[in-house]
């Protein structure tokens, strides 16, 4: 049904939707907390110190620049 370029947009939003009603929905029923995060930066931005890492589409994983320093000798 995404190969109609007229309807594809929607379909994939009302899905997208379903997804994250079913999130809260269970999120409810098993007392866990569901936030909304803005997508902008989250695969750049380190977890650990929020320092924005440059990475390539290549880079499968992802070392603190802060932490990798603190430890070296």
Known sequence: MLKNHHLA????D????QFTT??????KI???AVVSVNPNFTS???PNCGHRVKKYLSTR?????????????
């Not at 947009?9 to 994939?12: G, L, M, P, Y």
């Not at 079913?22 to 999120?27: D, F, N, P, Q």
């Open 9 to 12: 947009k929607s379909i994939s």
């Open 14 to 17: 009302s899905g997208w939707y």
């Open 22 to 27: 079913w999130l809260e929905y269970y999120g």
């Open 30 to 32: 098993w007392g866990k």
């Open 44 to 46: 750049t931005d380190c």
């Open 61 to 73: 994983t992802h070392i603190c620049p802060i932490l990798s320093y603190r430890n070296m000798p």
